[in-house]
């Protein structure tokens, strides 16, 4: 199911990605949309709790204090914003582009049974973030910085415990009613309270949320440890309490519930369909975050189980865009009539966030994962160099960690400052982890890599007998199963199974369809699949998701394998901690250094690139933004798309 979360910038405007939370993050070649960006789920925080008295490291004890503390338009992470108060639009966009036409494109591998994306039950919506407000709105130019969209005033606390916003008075959701300060307090309770469990981790240093008046809400938080919480609180999505507070939020719905964004959910067809309609009476059109986007009157996502097919709607026009994750369609796939006539257009967009971690994930849950080698020699059986020439073209380099194409990845041995952080750990990380460099080093040699993956196991207590790997005190054999719901990656997988078997492993691939693939890894009931792992260039909070112990047996998490460490958790609540660029950094690259050396996962690969073709009809500024490309800053060419029409489709 898709969860819907905060924006957070750079990585994910409404988080670009696919089909459900858990899907999404599993299926590296999936295409459509995952509003939202990762969170934790420890117990949720009590919203009703007093605040603390006034006291250095403690809360203030009455809201007065926010008369001394000026009102401002945006807030940065570390800095101040680079806009001023009466800037005009965003510098990327252009402010006088046309509205109208449309955009269709594919949800592959997937289908959907709810308009709720909030809710832990049923299969949200691809794109359904599109129809809510937050508080706050990202400039892509800059990184994570907000700006006033629901929200046209902020006051933050200099000391970081609180926080205000006074909502516009003009901000209506799509059935007319104003948007009011209650509707934000209801919001974040709602979530909490009914919504995915880790949205209580994401907000859990939220202690209160008031409304002072119908125009003000305040947040206070619990400490002020999160640099980025005021910011992750400006994401907040908006929902109207009049309309919610009488219905089931936690069951599924088709319903075309009213949001307060750009667009209206339009005609639904569930598992087929959905479309969204540009609100022609969006009450934020002329705001400075919002000129010169949400200009495509029409956005399409039609459901496809096969990308086969969905492969070739495109090259028939029935889609006008896809983004191209498979390296033999890309190199030798785009000669068809459209193409060669220049109606199709291919884009090659230089990544600028760090690469998407992409990989194959051990479930830790299950005691033939638990030792560090046996992990270890199974990553030595990806014989990525072959799969690159054999398959991918040469397109792809091995991705080596987690903050890949960033300066937050870990490079050679520790230095200074990360053994600072990590020698009073030294007794709970490997030996290794101080004395070898990363990229860890691993033959190259196919034979030479199964020979020390086999030392490994042997290691580990295997060994062959009968050309099947047992250990040696239980005489168990040891044996996986990859779990797919995407055909397509057996590509990927059936080459790692065959010299898995050549060490002897049992192993096989079980592809099932998506609702028992969900249901499978909502009950961790896996001993191998696939997911991602997403990275802003400002990584937060969403680290609690991916890597904690705190969420290893929550279901919907990210933390997917399982991994409980106590280094692990304490670098990432350092992290979150971090009050300056260079420890962040710092903090990054020792906390992927600790995550290489569990061998957790078996890494994949990455382009450095975002590869798109779409229909010849749209424009688009340039240069795009620094942080990623804004798709809500394009438009259609009216005369364009006529002639496509014209030409190709029957529509």
Known sequence: MSIALPRRPALRPWLLIALCGAVLALAPLASAELPGAPADAPPPSDTSAEPLDAEPGGLPDTASEADDVPTVHGLALYDEPELPADFSHFPHVNPEAPKGGSMTRAAVGSSFDSTNPFIIRGTAAVGISQIYDTLLEANPNEPFTLYGLLAEGIRLDPERYWVEFDIRREARFQDGEPVTAHDVAFSFELLIEQGNPFYSGYYAEVQSVEALDDHTVRFEFASNDSRELPLIVGQLPVLPRHYWES?????????????????????????????????????????????????????????????????????????????????????????????????????????????????????????????????????????????????????????????????????????????????????????????????????????????????LLREAGYEVED???????????????????????????????????????????????????????????????????????????????????????????????????????????????????????????????????????????????????????????????????DLDAWWVDAEREAEINRRVRRR
């Open 247 to 455: 219905r089931d939020f936690s069951a599924p719905t088709l319903d075309r519930h009213p949001g307060s964004g750009p667009y209206r959910i339009g005609e639904v067809q569930p598992g087929r369909s959905i479309t969204y309609v540009r609100d022609d009476d969006y009450w934020g059109r002329d705001l400075p975050v919002n000129r010169g986007r949400y200009n495509i009157d029409r956005l399409v996502y039609d459901y496809y189980r096969d990308r086969d097919i969905a492969w070739e709607a495109f090259k028939a026009g029935v889609m006008d865009y896809r983004t191209d994750a498979r390296a033999a369609t890309w190199a030798i796939g785009y000669d068809f009539p459209a193409y060669r006539d220049g109606l199709v257009k291919r884009l090659a967009i230089p990544d600028v966030n760090p690469s998407v971690m992409q990989a194959f994930v051990f479930n830790l849950r299950r005691d033939k994962f638990s030792d560090p080698r046996v992990r270890e020699a199974l990553s030595l059986t990806f014989d990525f160099p072959w799969l690159n020439a054999n398959i991918f073209y040469d397109t792809y380099k091995r991705t080596e960690s987690f903050f890949q194409n960033s300066e937050m990845a870990a490079e050679g041995l520790p230095s200074e400052a990360e053994l600072e952080l990590l020698e009073p750990f030294r007794d709970q990380l490997p030996d290794r982890l101080f004395e070898e460099p990363v990229p860890i080093e691993h033959p190259e040699n196919l034979r030479e890599r199964l020979r020390l993956a086999l030392d």
């Open 467 to 629: 050309g099947v790997l047992r250990h040696a005190e239980t005489g168990r054999p040891l044996s996986i199963e990859v779990l797919l719901f995407d055909s397509g990656l057996e590509r990927v997988v059936q080459p790692m199974l065959r010299n898995m078997a050549r060490l002897g492993v049992q192993s096989s691939i079980r592809i099932v369809d998506i609702n028992q693939y969900l249901n499978r890894l909502r009950s961790f009931d896996f001993d191998m699949t696939t997911a991602h792992f997403p990275q802003s260039n400002n990584p937060g909070n969403e680290q609690r998701d991916f890597w904690t112990s705190a969420v290893a047996e929550v279901p919907q998490s990210r933390n997917l394998m399982g991994l409980q460490h106590p280094v692990v958790d304490a670098l990432v609540e350092q992290l979150i901690r971090a009050d300056s660029r260079e420890t962040l950094n710092t903090l990054t690259r020792a906390l992927d250094r600790v995550l290489l050396w569990q061998f957790a996962m078996i890494p994949h690969y990455h382009s450095g690139e975002t590869r798109i073709a779409v229909w010849d009809k749209f424009d688009w500024p340039e240069p795009y933004p620094k942080y990623g490309m």
